[in-house]
């Protein structure tokens, strides 16, 4: 068995598999409307970094003792987190998108709200094609928590009292969700019984709780080069985010006056950049939620481990690692 | 048999079923996100026509020997056009709706998004529910077509070579598609035949087409206090609908430059809205429209020709000459 020591190992494994899904995009966008593949293209290919396929096939090979394909909800499950990219970004007005402009930018908010409605449509049609309730009914519930994440990270905009459980619900919601059905699908594909679905469920769920963690600790701790978008703009936004939640908490009452005025603000100087940026190192809020994520991402390794060894488990594991100690 | 003599009288045959699918409303958007009933409840409690789910349960009851419920799909069918309405107010940033302040002008346009995701995925849930393949496929491939129509509509925004053809395609989309499926889905859960599905599928098709026509119609011949918004938006908007297309086509190279100019100004007067109106009126375009409408809903009602009398077959023909002759 050869040993996975990068993360390019994992995806040479299975790049057969995810090299079928990125040229089944195309197919499965077929329109008359010259406008759809326009706008899902610029988006979809413009490299996002594939974990929900992967993830996907990964836990179907995995479980799986007989050939199955795992292409069409591989894509459904890009769909929708490209459907929900397009929609964030006319919430948030973000001007950057995986280092290219975002799409709102270049075609305007209404051409990404119904692009965004296009791509729900076709996933919904796609995974209605496989013929499979049980996948459905995951795919349904998902999308619903998926978006009552959003409106719950929407109604805590600048909201100084959000707490860590607000939190977790909106992670859960926004990013968990998506990870915890990729596997979950992965493994009703493969034929797997209800114990190793829920399992693989609570598995991308931690991974996916971690990866929102990540995120949340880069965008006050990466340079933009790194990261393909600005730094700082949670905090610009007035999203709340752990490093800043649990600074709140442990901070002076003079220094909690001081974040609060800067999050109410409309605009965030690089002044004022630097001293939430201070307070949040001063008070350990980057240590604890890398803490945090590193908790999620045992509790998942840890649930492997009843599985019988594999390269597509090793491949796993090396993922949730990986999930923690990115850099973008 | 009791003759149908108002839409009244359509309303009460199946006040009944109207009742419970108005009281399962709350309980199918029951969520821990306080935000969503508000905005949600704000738009359906508004008082829609309810001609979706009456086209659905009319269908329903006409088609079928055996007792069934069209609860849960037709509230499927109007969370979908709710979350349309939501997006569509997002994308024309309507002010009013329904002669109520459009939900995007109290909770801003991030909200309506958002909501309007999550009555689609609540609406996927809802249908997954009920377990039946066939009916998902057709909702599936209908809100696929209801977003390629709305995207092709905006593709044509101030477009003053729209063709006819064009249009058709828009209000297709965006309109009659979900009017066939209500047709649709009420013959799927009476448990009729493929020949006698397809058959309301078709007139539900030609009803929503004339309905959309009707629409756009008004939109240039009511007043404000009917209409429950403003008129004239359409081209305000830099919306090409047939009175116009059709006015376009017939007028003088110089009647065609003032329109176009109207057409691409960013605000049209109330002298240049008049002016237009006055052209549309000389050259026949409100007249050509209705007559299109009146087409499709004689084609509507030949269709329902061989099917069996019953006062439910009499409310769909009614039906049918009251979306004519509305005017609102």
Redesign the interface.
Known sequence: MTAISTINDVFSLINTELEDIESAYADYLK??????PKISEHIILSGGKRLRPALLILTMKMLSSRPCSGTAMAAVIEFIHTATLL?DD??DQADMRRGLTAANMIWG???S??????L???S??L???Q?N?KI??A???A??R???G???E??KTADTSTTEDDYLAVIEGKTAILMAIACEIGSLLAGADDKKQALMKDFGLNLGMAFQMIDDVLDYTSREEDLGKAIGIDLEEGKLTLPLIYTLQKASEEERQQLQEIILADFVSPENFARVYQLIIKHGGIQFTMNRAHQHIETAKKLLKPLESSIFKESLLFMADYILDRDR
């Open positions: 329109t008359n409307v010259s406008l759809i929609h006319v919430v908010n209404e051409a709200v119904l692009v965004g409605d296009f729900f449509s076709t919904f049609d995974a209605v094609d013929g309730l459905l009914k795919l349904s519930s999308t619903k998926l978006a009552e959003e409106i719950l929407l109604m």
